[in-house]
């Protein structure tokens, strides 16, 4: 048996034709919808990158503990799991988070892997004279904006940009290995994430008027700009949504050329959505999670029950995908882990749970039940307690530094830190967010009320969706400041 994820970043469902877009051109994906089961009811979990990712490996919720940060010495890594079993696993991507101090222990989980280079800002080819960046909406200051357009020098070529080279190199293990049996291959591009930078030829798919100056490359804040410059911004999006389509269709190719729909799980998937004017937002973290963010797009074909063109409304999310794949090459799920194998799911159409929670670290709570979404704001601003448990204390792209670390205490195991206390460090939200006065708790009906347009009062729904959002938050282990900093922590006996 053989198991192929095609994961992308930031992709959005709601652009997508399978999930009813009429507009963007992206035929692979619905050429993946009738070969695929379609998933309805996909939520993200820990939020952003590598909270996400983490749920990938460990199959937990992230963002009750900790923030952004690198697998830790307890984790339970599925890709390790599966190569200890005999599974070969090989990740290749452009995703260069994977390479910073906050990201450093995922790649090596595999037993091989592949790094390219270029994408927002990495740290790549090394230029002392400024580049030339032309007039920008909406620019950003900083080492990683200059850096950007310096790496643009050198992938003026569609063959020499990141997700080609992920792709291609993808597609050479599979050309490469495809007779072979019990591998695992993870192709993960950080595209359409922002910068939305492609070629041309997909820009010329979505013929605009556009003569301002260049953007694309949103901020992370409220829509300030008018409505020519949003639309301008979505179509720089879907172009380059479009070229991930030709590279998908790249991989269907490949899987058609080899008749590998035998014995091949394909699992198709991303970790969020991004806003592109919707509500008058741009981007993510600082918007609460409305489902342009949470509602997310996911494709998944199991050739062992061989169910294709057919959708499920089961709720499902990241945690998922490492019991799926554990299931699927017969290793055993680790007693830590919280999702559930989508075997059943994509055979039986079996149910998963009641509820999920999804968020962000020092964020909203947030919990749905499938029709109703209860988004819980944080009471205390930024005065309320967070701390990060973690035996690894880096974030996105460096180590705490010593004046973090001052107030550090050693807090007891949770129960699957495997007997391993773990420091507890003061933390903060996200920097995104701070000075911003905290997001206040909404209910939405999705049945009645699907784009979340008129959050709903309704006092005995509520309290239904806190005693789900308190059930699950009690499962993950949550501490006792997280129900504190929402409100709920009188319904906790601690």
Same mark, same amino acid.
């Not at 595999?110 to 230029?127: A, I, K, L, N």
């Not at 003061?426 to 009906?445: I, K, N, T, V, Y």
């Given at each position: ?403 973090? +670390? &001052? @107030?550090? =205490?050693?807090? *007891? ?9 773990? %420091?507890?460090?003061? !933390? ?27 959050? +709903? &009062? @309704?006092? =005995?729904?509520? *309290? ?9 938050? %009690?499962?993950?282990? !949550? ?16």
């Amino acid at each position: 048996m053989k198991a192929i994820m095609v994961m992308f970043d930031s992709l959005n469902r709601r652009l997508l034709p399978p999930y009813g877009c009429d507009w963007t051109h992206a035929p692979n994906f619905s050429r993946l919808a009738e070969r695929t089961v379609r998933f309805d009811s996909c939520y993200v979990g820990s939020m952003p990158c590598m909270p996400a990712r983490r749920e990938l490996h460990t199959g937990r919720y992230n963002f009750l503990h900790r923030s952004w940060g690198p697998l830790e010495p307890f984790d339970d890594s599925m890709p390790a799991a599966l190569s200890r079993e005999g599974v070969y696993t090989h990740l290749t991507s452009d995703h260069y988070h994977y390479w910073e101090d906050g990201g450093a222990t995922y790649h090596t989980q595999y037993q091989s892997w592949e790094f390219h280079r270029g994408q927002e800002g990495d740290p790549w080819v090394g230029q002392v004279a400024d580049p030339d960046i032309p007039d920008c909406i909406a620019p950003r200051e900083g080492i990683r904006w200059r850096q950007d357009w310096v790496n643009r020098l050198h992938m003026a070529r569609e063959q020499d940009q990141p997700q080609a080279k992920t792709m291609a190199s993808g597609l050479d293990f599979i050309e490469r290995n495809h007779d072979q049996d019990n591998w695992f291959l993870q192709i993960e591009t950080f595209d359409p994430h922002e910068p939305f930078y492609t070629s041309q030829h997909y820009k010329d798919l979505y013929p605009d008027d556009w003569d301002g100056d260049h953007f694309d490359w949103p901020p992370y804040r409220e829509v300030e700009e008018d409505e020519a410059t949003v639309r301008h911004m979505r179509h720089q999006y879907v172009a380059l949504l479009s070229m991930c389509d030709r590279y998908l269709g790249e991989v269907l190719d490949q899987m058609d050329r080899h008749n590998m729909w035998d014995d091949t799980m394909l699992i198709v998937c991303t970790d969020h959505g991004f806003f592109l004017g919707e509500k008058d937002w741009w981007a993510k973290l600082v918007p609460p999670w409305y489902n342009e963010l949470a509602n997310t797009p996911l494709f998944v074909w199991d050739p062992r029950c061989r169910r294709a063109g057919e959708s499920r409304s089961q709720l499902v999310q990241m945690i998922d995908m490492a019991p799926t794949l554990l299931d699927f090459f017969g290793v055993d799920i680790p007693a830590d882990t919280q999702g559930v194998p989508l075997g059943p799911v994509l055979a039986d159409n079996a149910a998963t749970r009641e509820a999920v929670l999804f968020g962000h670290f020092g964020g909203q709570v947030n919990v749905t039940d499938g029709r109703f979404v209860y988004m819980r704001g944080n009471r205390l601003g930024d005065d309320y307690p967070l701390y990060d448990y973690t035996l690894m204390p880096t974030r996105m792209a460096d180590r705490f530094r010593p004046e973090d +670390l &001052q @107030d550090t =205490e050693l807090a *007891r195991p949770f129960g699957f830190t495997k007997g391993c206390p773990v %420091l507890r460090i003061p !933390a903060e939200a996200f920097q995104s967010q701070r000075g911003r006065a905290p997001h206040p708790s909404m209910l939405f009906d999705l049945e009645n009320d699907p784009d979340q347009n008129s959050p +709903l &009062q @309704d006092p =005995e729904q509520e *309290r239904r969706m806190q005693d789900l959002m308190v059930g699950v938050m %009690l499962e993950s282990e !949550a501490p006792p400041e997280q129900f504190r900093r929402i409100g709920l922590d009188h319904l906790v006996d601690f």
